[in-house]
C-alpha cells in the first residue's frame, strides 16, 4: 500500500520552467537534464513496485531530518521485519569501481553514490530508534534502474541491486507473506507526517523577472505562439485549443513557483501572461478563482 506518493520534484518543475522562458547555460542543461533523469528513474522504479504483493507500506520521496541534518530516501518500503530504504540512480553506461571510488569508462571520477545512501541511513536509524522501539531490520539498498547501467570490478558485498536483478529482488520481496498490524501503519503515518516539505534542500537555480520571457505557453509544445480567439488560446504550432481562463491559471502557477516573493496583481499576470490584451479579462479570471486582500495600489489576490 502506497502511504506517500511520489511528485515531480520542485526543481524539476522549475527546471521545465526556466528552459523555455530563458537561455540556459551548458552547466544548466547539465543539471536539469541530471534531475529529470533522475525523476524518470524513480518514476521507472515506482512501476516496477506497482505488482509487488507482498504485505508492505510505501513511502515515496520523504525528506526527513535528525538533529538538523536533513537527509532524502527515495522510496522506503515497510515490510513486516525489515525496513528497506531505497535510493534510485539512474545511471546509463559503463562505470568502474576501483578502492571505494566510482569511475566512468573515460575514468573520470564520480560522486559515490552510496556515500548518501550511507549517510541516511545512519540518520534514519537515530530517527527511527528515537520514535519507535521494535528492533526493526534496516536495510539500504542502492538500486540502479537503467537496464543500460553496467558496473565493472564491482565487490559482491555492496548494498546495490543491479537491474538484471530486480526480478528476483521482487520475488524476494513477494515471499514475504507476513501481515503488517496498527503498529506499521502508525510508524509509516508517523514518517509521513515527518516529511519536509519546505525544502531549503533543494538547489534551484539563479534566474531574474527580467530575463525570463513573457507569454502563455501552450499546454502540449510549450510554444509561446499562441493566438487568443475569443475565450480560447489557439497554439498556431501544433494547434492545440485551451479556455483562455484555464492558459491563465496555468500561468498563475508558473508565475507563483517561479517568484514566490511577488504579488499577483492584475497588472502583474497581465504583463507575465503578455498573450492577453484586455486587463479586463485578467482581473475577472484572478477575482474569480482568488481572494481580493488589500486595497488600492497594495491589493493583491491570493489562494481563498
Ligand atoms: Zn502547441
Redesign the pocket.
Known sequence: MIIKQRFQPIELKIWNYLNGRAKLSPAQIKNFSACDKGFEGEKEFDKWGENLSCKCLILNDLLLEYDQNIFQIDTLLITHETIYLINVKNYEGDFYYESGKWYTLARSEIKDPLLQLKRSEYLFKKLIRSIDSTNFIIEPLLVFINPYYHLYHAPMNLPIIYPAQLERFKTKLNMQTTKLNDKHLKMAKQLQSLHKTNSFYTQIPDYDYDQLKKGVV??????FKLDLNKDKLE?L????VEAADLAVLRSVEEFKLLFPDKKITTHSIYEWCGVIKSKKTIRRILSKNFKLYGHGKSSHYDDK
Do not use: F, K, R, V
Open positions: 501552450c499546454l502540449a509544445c510549450s510554444s497554439c504550432e501544433c494547434g492545440c
